[in-house]
């Protein structure tokens, strides 16, 4: 749908997580019997198996070896930044505790100049042989320009996943100043699974799959930490993205009857997100900011966006999101607090039974609405006390 926003000029309406809610169902299904595991296919044939279908973000103040290692035996995956602190410094905590302590005003500068240090790339290797060790699938990222030859040394280091991340991402990409990644290529000669983002529109998503990626990621700008929003105008918001983007996942299914996994990536804070982001298409979801909150995360309560060091145009800033429990139960509970940003999981096995959904592809198929008023709907006193669904994080 499209409307005039001048003469000659039209606008598509779009909706983000607030705009919208799910309708219970006419069946409804225990929550401990719905089945929410998540796969990604490989080149052999053998899936790799998530149990929860829930990754978390490649951001510094998000992952480390630690976090990966814990986020994979819960059931997740935790995808580590090739160009962040761990790979730029042998003791990335000490580096940690300056951005930590910096004042706000400074923290950028610091950041651009922390960044400046050249990836080791003995460290990339040193990483991933870490997670390795801890027992769990090792996931790790990098921008366009660095993927041939990281996703290289990340193959050989035994990386069972490799995602090429940036803040947009298309398969067309015109340049008189340097070679362009061919991403179809990178696909045939990995022999890891490769993971793409990000992206928002149906027929770049379309342009992406056919490329032989394993999984592809939707958003540009919603995290919590970006603002690429602000300073550059660009993004989507989330619902639309996801619904455009999975029916460009379910028509490539029709055409090659290979069917290749959208993630919602960003923009989700607490569990009714993650809940609407699968219902509108998603097949698993990345989070940066939930996770922040976690003891096990590197920030200490602190997150900051990829782009936000970037050297002329930072696109992210640094937040503050606190510590408020193990990452155990911000995924798995018992709840503590009341705005929904712990116990994920459960948040969507309940929707789920209450949809009547037994799995993630039928919870695709719920109803949506439109309904800007789901949020404040009887909610005076909790917006009055700024508490539940009146704080601030809600």
Same mark, same amino acid.
């Given at each position: 749908?499209?409307?005039?926003?001048?003469?000659?000029? &039209?606008?598509?309406?779009?909706?983000?997580?607030?705009?919208?809610?799910?309708?219970?169902?006419?069946?409804?299904?225990?929550?401990? *019997?719905?089945?929410?595991?998540?796969?990604?296919?490989?080149?052999?044939?053998?899936?790799?198996?998530?149990?929860?279908?829930?990754?978390?973000?490649?951001?510094?103040?998000?992952?480390?070896?630690?976090?990966?290692?814990?986020?994979?035996?819960?059931?997740?995956?935790?995808?580590?930044?090739?160009?962040?602190?761990?790979?730029?410094?042998?003791?990335?905590? *000490?580096?940690?505790?300056?951005?930590?302590?910096?004042?706000? *005003?400074?923290?950028?500068?610091?950041?651009?100049?922390? @960044?400046?240090?050249?990836?080791?790339?003995?460290?990339?290797?040193?990483?991933?042989?870490?997670?390795?060790?801890?027992?769990?699938?090792?996931?790790?990222?990098?921008?366009?320009?660095?993927?041939?030859?990281?996703?290289?040394?990340?193959?050989?280091?035994?990386?069972?996943?490799?995602?090429?991340?940036?803040?947009?991402?298309?398969?067309?990409?015109?340049?008189? &100043?340097?070679?362009?990644? =061919?991403?179809?290529?990178?696909?045939?000669?990995? $022999?890891?699974?490769?993971?793409?983002?990000?992206?928002?529109?149906?027929?770049?998503?379309?342009?992406?799959?056919?490329?032989?990626?394993?999984?592809?990621?939707?958003?540009?700008?919603?995290?919590?930490?970006?603002?690429?929003?602000?300073?550059?105008?660009?993004?989507?918001?989330?619902?639309?993205?996801?619904?455009?983007?999975?029916?460009?996942?379910?028509? @490539?299914?029709?055409?090659?009857?290979?069917?290749?996994?959208?993630?919602?990536?960003?923009?989700?804070?607490?569990?009714?997100?993650?809940?609407?982001?699968?219902?509108?298409?998603?097949?698993?979801?990345?989070?940066?900011?939930?996770?922040?909150?976690?003891?096990?995360?590197?920030?200490?309560? @602190?997150?900051?966006?990829?782009?936000?060091?970037?050297?002329?145009?930072?696109? $992210?800033?640094?937040?503050?999101?606190?510590?408020?429990?193990?990452?155990?139960?911000?995924?798995?509970?018992?709840?503590?607090?009341? =705005?929904?940003?712990?116990?994920?999981?459960?948040?969507?096995?309940?929707?789920?039974?209450?949809?009547?959904?037994?799995?993630?592809?039928?919870?695709?198929?719920? *109803?949506?609405?439109?309904?800007?008023?789901?949020?404040?709907?009887?909610?005076?006193?909790?917006?009055?006390?700024?508490?539940?669904?009146?704080?601030?994080?809600?």
């Amino acid at each position: 749908m499209a409307m005039f926003i001048g003469r000659n000029r &039209k606008a598509r309406v779009t909706y983000g997580f607030d705009e919208i809610a799910l309708v219970p169902g006419q069946v409804t299904i225990n929550p401990n *019997e719905v089945d929410i595991t998540f796969e990604i296919q490989t080149r052999t044939g053998d899936p790799l198996k998530l149990g929860i279908p829930i990754l978390a973000s490649a951001m510094d103040g998000v992952v480390d070896v630690r976090f990966a290692v814990e986020m994979g035996k819960l059931g997740g995956l935790a995808v580590l930044n090739l160009e962040g602190v761990q790979t730029r410094y042998k003791n990335p905590e *000490e580096v940690l505790l300056k951005v930590l302590e910096a004042e706000k *005003e400074h923290v950028t500068a610091l950041l651009q100049k922390i @960044y400046q240090e050249p990836v080791q790339e003995d460290l990339i290797a040193a990483r991933i042989k870490q997670m390795k060790d801890g027992g769990v699938l090792a996931a790790v990222s990098s921008i366009p320009q660095k993927a041939e030859r990281y996703g290289q040394i990340a193959q050989e280091a035994g990386a069972d996943i490799f995602v090429v991340q940036s803040t947009v991402s298309t398969v067309r990409h015109i340049s008189t &100043k340097y070679r362009s990644l =061919d991403l179809a290529k990178l696909c045939r000669d990995l $022999g890891c699974p490769v993971i793409v983002g990000n992206t928002v529109g149906f027929e770049v998503t379309l342009e992406i799959l056919e490329c032989g990626v394993a999984g592809v990621l939707v958003g540009v700008g919603p995290g919590a930490a970006c603002t690429s929003r602000g300073v550059l105008g660009l993004g989507v918001p989330q619902v639309t993205a996801t619904v455009d983007c999975a029916a460009a996942r379910d028509y @490539y299914l029709k055409r090659s009857g290979r069917y290749v996994p959208i993630i919602t990536d960003g923009g989700m804070s607490k569990g009714g997100d993650v809940c609407k982001a699968l219902a509108c298409g998603a097949d698993a979801v990345m989070i940066g900011s939930a996770f922040a909150k976690a003891i096990e995360a590197p920030g200490k309560g @602190y997150h900051w966006g990829m782009a936000t060091p970037h050297a002329n145009l930072p696109r $992210g800033t640094r937040i503050r999101v606190g510590t408020t429990g193990p990452l155990r139960q911000i995924l798995f509970g018992p709840a503590e607090v009341d =705005d929904g940003s712990q116990n994920l999981v459960g948040a969507i096995t309940t929707c789920m039974g209450n949809v009547g959904a037994a799995n993630l592809r039928e919870f695709q198929e719920t *109803e949506v609405i439109i309904a800007p008023s789901i949020r404040t709907e009887g909610k005076l006193f909790q917006q009055a006390q700024m508490v539940g669904m009146g704080s601030r994080n809600s």
